[in-house]
């Protein structure tokens, strides 16, 4: 299975170096390394972002996400590698006049209003959005001219996407853009990245939420310890991790659904038992017949979450031995 | 280093001088109209010289005389180089500390903004809040103190003092590149409250102990307020070029430290 992994991961890696030089690549990586003293936080990364695409960087705290958007927006500097955006340097000013940016930030001026931020970025710009036009996008229509101090949590995280878009870029990066947004507010942001990849943009997003990653992107690539470990669509790195979730109230023990032939794991999670198989049918078939009272029946496939905790671990514990 | 260069030239892309003007003036803008809102800010900035003066040289001693120059007037000079120099450091140190230390400054930087507009928005920050606390002290002395100065002199000293703001705002920067966000407003006390004590802004210069007299013509504030005495008759009769190239060396010098900040951000971790 690793052996499959890695092959694939390399081959991915390939393809994506021939993307980056013959430039149909609208940013990427190419075999950058990144220290920040003693602390390795990136190792000979290759990675490459295809226009007109939705890229997830998808990865646990710490991976290596940020510092890899910080080298594509220039902010920093690869300490060995290259760092190409549009096929050129990304510190290039009109390079960065085709990108959008949404980074975690600590503190913005807040006595400034919304509608203040944003004529400011989109000043920047040649061709900025019109200023109703961005505030509709990210549904700050009723907020235009309340201080930055005076918003919400979410509400200040659509105001930074706003000043992502203002400039109407090609090329957006969004460093965990919906982090401390609610539900309703998520799915907007989503619906709204959408239309704009629908109107050609490519989109590089890094979040640490599998079902983000899941719903948004046409190519991930799962990052740990500053290394990408896997890369593909979604269904590819779902694919990598075979076998079916099986949930349901069960008068069993945990030791009698072991004993089931197929059952790979099983475990309490409050009043359910979750239980892994390599095959759902057979197994489900000897738990209604032990137990007739076997109630809140689910079965679906390991989904991503299995796919990235199964990669990661792997990983974190081949990291350990290496170290 | 080539891509700072190539970050800092905007001649390579496609905006029209008309367009970068603008941008430059929007970042004026928006830099005034943020730290003006600022109640922190503009009070301390432009109250404190005023109340010290108001104190000094309205309440008490308006009568006395400072080596022939009436107190109220001598001390328009002092405080307004107290003033001058608040305005400056506040106005660039706390608030680039602050952009770099807590993400700000990266989401700027990101963007095709210029990255020389960010800077001189702070400098002309600092200069237009300087020209506010020294027409402010003008028209309290005017208005109370008795002072009697013609229009050129008026006109002369603000200039002065004003320009005056330009070392000031590159101490600011250099500050600003080495201090946390939180640490920098304790800082800039610590270094502005000493600085402009020894320098004879508060005790007149005649006053100070003979040990900070000399060590006041090493400190920049004092050369800057011995200009601003000279315009309004209570100077110490030295050649004022002496004073502008001291100034001069410490911009440059502290616009140095700025740049080495400037250049070892590249590989901050935080931020």
């Known amino acids: ?122 000043s920047y710009y040649t061709n900025p ?16 001219d309340r201080k930055f101090g005076d918003l919400s949590g979410g509400q200040r995280q659509r105001t930074l996407f706003a000043l992502a878009i203002c400039g109407n870029p090609d090329l957006l990066f969004l460093d965990e853009p919906t982090v401390g947004l609610d539900v309703e507010a998520r799915r907007a942001l989503w619906e709204e990245i959408r239309r704009l990849v629908d109107r050609g943009k490519t989109v590089l997003l890094t979040t640490h939420y599998l079902e983000e990653a899941d719903a948004l992107a046409d190519r991930i690539a799962v990052i740990n310890h500053g290394r990408i470990i896997a890369e593909g669509t979604p269904a590819e790195i779902k694919s990598q991790t075979s076998g079916k979730r099986i949930r349901c109230i069960t008068s069993l023990n945990i030791a009698s659904v072991l004993q089931i032939p197929g059952v790979t794991t099983a475990r309490r999670d409050r009043e359910a038992t979750e239980i892994h198989a390599a095959e759902a049918e057979t197994v489900v078939r000897l738990l209604l017949a032990r137990d007739p009272t076997l109630s809140g029946l689910e079965i679906a496939t390991a989904g991503l979450e299995e796919a990235f905790l199964a990669l990661t671990q792997d990983n974190s514990q081949n990291a350990n031995r290496r170290n | 280093m080539s891509t700072a260069t190539a970050a800092l030239s905007d001649t390579q892309i496609d905006r029209s001088t008309s367009h970068t003007a603008t941008i430059y003036l929007k970042e004026a803008k928006y830099e005034f109209l943020k730290n003006l809102r600022l109640r922190v800010y503009t009070a301390s900035v432009i109250s404190f010289p005023l109340m010290f003066y108001v104190l000094f040289g309205l309440v008490l001693n308006a009568k006395e005389m400072i080596g022939g120059t009436g107190v109220p007037t001598y001390l328009i000079a002092t405080y307004g180089t107290f003033g001058v120099m608040g305005a400056s450091l506040f106005g660039t140190a706390s608030g680039l500390a602050a952009d770099r230390g807590l993400g700000w400054l990266q989401v700027k930087r990101a963007s095709p903004m210029p990255p020389f507009a960010y800077f001189a928005a702070k400098v002309v920050l600092s200069m237009i809040f300087s020209a506010i606390v020294v027409s402010l002290l003008l028209l309290l002395g005017i208005s109370f103190g008795g002072v009697r100065l013609p229009l050129l002199e008026m006109a002369k000293l603000l200039a002065t003092l004003v320009a005056g703001s330009l070392p000031f705002s590159a101490m600011g920067l250099a500050i600003g590149y080495f201090a946390g966000p939180n640490s920098a407003p304790a800082a800039i006390n610590l270094i502005y409250l000493p600085l402009s004590f020894c320098s004879g802004l508060w005790v007149p210069y005649m006053f100070l102990p003979k040990l900070v007299r000399q060590i006041a013509l090493a400190l920049p504030p004092y050369h800057l307020s011995q200009l601003a005495l000279g315009i309004v008759g209570a100077g110490r009769h030295e050649p004022a070029v002496n004073h502008w190239e001291v100034l001069l060396a410490f911009t440059l010098i502290c616009l140095g430290v700025a740049r080495i900040g400037f250049q070892r951000d590249q590989g901050k971790l935080y931020g």
Not at chain 1, 100 to 110: F, H, I, R, T
Not at chain 1, 129 to 144: D, Q, S, Y
């Open chain 1, 1 to 122: 299975m690793g052996a499959k992994m890695a092959m694939i991961a390399t081959l991915e890696q390939d393809q994506s170096i021939q993307r980056l030089i013959s430039g149909t690549a609208a940013a990427g990586l190419e075999d950058v390394s990144k220290n920040y003293g003693e602390v390795c936080a990136l190792r000979n990364v290759n990675f490459t972002v295809q226009s007109g695409q939705v890229v997830a960087l998808l990865g646990p705290n710490g991976a290596g996400k940020t510092t890899a958007i910080k080298l594509l927006l220039g902010l920093i500097q690869p300490n060995s590698g290259k760092t190409r955006v549009f096929g050129g340097d990304p510190t290039h000013p009109q390079n960065r006049m085709r990108t959008g940016a949404m980074l975690q930030v600590g503190k913005v001026p807040e006595t400034l209003r919304v509608h203040e931020h944003i004529d400011l970025f989109s």
């Open chain 1, 129 to 144: 959005l019109p200023l109703a036009e961005v505030l509709a996008a990210a549904g700050l229509e009723k907020l235009r």
